[in-house]
């Protein structure tokens, strides 16, 4: 299984960004989906999860109601839609999948990562 994350790069404050993690070697289709992000100098934090289904989705608190999560188990791969962004919000940003079909907050639950994708956001 292999992950590539894509459509990173330099965005002003405020301004808006969509990732796209797509998923090659193995259907999506049963397995719930992670974005992730580290910060130079910080821990991998966890940014939101999407079920296998799309019925369920987990976002951390810094990020709802600006960030948006979703799926095309057809084309084999989940977005990251980003709007308000902040400068807070620069870091490499991961896609990740879990053997399971819900999504989940912990980065040890997922077995497969895309290589990462820089998000800069500049005041």
């Known amino acids: 299984v292999q992950l590539q994350a894509s459509g990173g790069g330099l965005v002003l404050a405020g301004g808006s960004q969509r990732l796209s993690c797509v998923a090659s070697g193995r259907t999506i289709s049963f397995r719930g989906i992670g974005w992730f992000r580290q910060a130079p100098g910080k821990e991998r934090e966890f940014v939101a999860a999407i079920s296998n289904d799309a019925r369920n989705t987990y976002y951390r608190d810094s990020v709802k109601g600006r960030f948006t999560i979703s799926r095309d188990n057809d084309k084999n791969t989940v977005y990251l839609q980003m709007d308000s962004l902040k400068p807070e919000d620069t870091a490499v940003y991961y896609c990740?999948?879990?053997?399971?079909?819900?999504?989940?907050?912990?980065?040890?639950?997922?077995?497969?990562w895309g290589q990462g994708t820089q998000v800069t956001v500049s005041s």
């Open positions: 990740a999948q879990r053997e399971y079909s819900a999504g989940s907050y912990y980065p040890s639950d997922y077995v497969f």
